[in-house]
């Protein structure tokens, strides 16, 4: 039997440079570490899309706002944490004598489609194409989907190893934890101060990297039900698919967040072992930048946050 989690409003979040992102059921903020060791902290107000309770249709949804947001985040977070260093090179420059002030939006765009296509190109094209090199040589019949997936993970796996070597990133997964501890502070219904989420856990059932990987396990159990043996075709419809399957993992994500039983543990257990690659311990800086963006964005603030 699976027992509910501690009923509290459904908070999230996404580390960015040098900060963090939370968002709560009625308003977001980005908590920024300056340059001058002071928190920049924006808040603003969230709007209810329709959509938000329809199973399936609402991990779209929650994806698509996801993927805008956190870039955005991203930019801006970058911008602040970096304010006294010229950010300019050529490249940059040559830009912004093209466009003007819109230099940067167009930097921003061109950077999220780069961004799109290299995910498609690895988790998508290139496990299809490298099954499919396989088939020639030894025929996979029904374990061809099987072997795409593990492919899949492969490259996953291979890609967050090789950025937990840049330090720049590995940092940002120590705001991941951050991130991580102060939520589960917050649901165990502790005040929020530093000494109290740094006896948390880093790792989250409710969490992106766990997401993602849910999204390469369900693809494989979708695709284990087509018969296309064409690579190109293949590619196609996983490309048309990946809207449902995104939705299909939301939900299952839901499930293991909200029950602690024995089967929402199983499910998360693999997501919780990734996530040894994604967060890392937080010093007690990132730990305030994490309370900081969190009081800002819980409706019961007043009664459980201490001083940072």
Not at 246 to 257: N, Q
């Amino acid at each position: 039997m699976n027992k509910k989690r501690n009923e509290k409003p459904t908070v999230g979040g996404q580390a960015l440079i040098e900060g963090i992102y939370m968002r709560g059921p009625y308003k977001g903020c980005i908590a920024v570490r300056k340059p001058d060791n002071s928190i920049y902290i924006e808040t603003e107000s969230l709007t209810q899309v329709k959509g938000k309770k329809i199973p399936v249709l609402r991990g779209i949804i929650a994806m698509i706002e996801s993927l805008k947001t956190g870039y955005s985040c991203i930019m801006k977070s970058a911008d602040i944490s970096m304010e006294s260093e010229s950010q300019e090179g050529k490249f940059e420059l040559f830009l912004k004598r093209i466009f003007g002030e819109g230099a940067a939006k167009v930097i921003e765009v061109f950077s999220g489609v780069l961004g799109i296509l290299l995910s498609v190109f690895l988790f998508i094209a290139l496990p299809t194409y490298l099954s499919s090199g396989i088939d020639r040589l030894i025929p996979l019949g029904v374990f061809r989907t099987l072997i795409e997936g593990v492919i899949k993970i492969f490259i996953f796996i291979g890609y967050l190893f090789l950025a937990t070597r840049n330090k720049d990133i590995r940092r940002v997964f120590e705001y991941h934890g951050a991130e991580h501890k102060s939520v589960s502070c917050y649901e165990a219904g502790e005040m929020l101060t530093v000494e109290n989420v740094k006896k948390h856990s880093r790792f989250h059932p409710r969490c992106g990297t766990s997401y993602i990987f849910l999204v390469l396990i369900v693809s494989i159990l979708v695709f284990s039900f087509v018969p296309i043996e064409d690579a190109l075709l293949r590619t196609g419809l996983k490309l048309v698919s990946v809207p449902l399957v995104m939705g299909l993992s939301y939900e299952i994500l839901r499930f293991t967040g909200k029950n602690n039983g024995i089967l929402s543990k199983i499910i998360a257990s693999p997501g919780l072992w990734v996530q040894r690659l994604t967060t890392f311990e937080p010093d007690e800086y990132q730990i305030e930048v994490a309370i900081a963006a969190l009081c800002q964005v819980i409706p019961d603030e007043g009664q459980i946050c201490g001083n940072a």
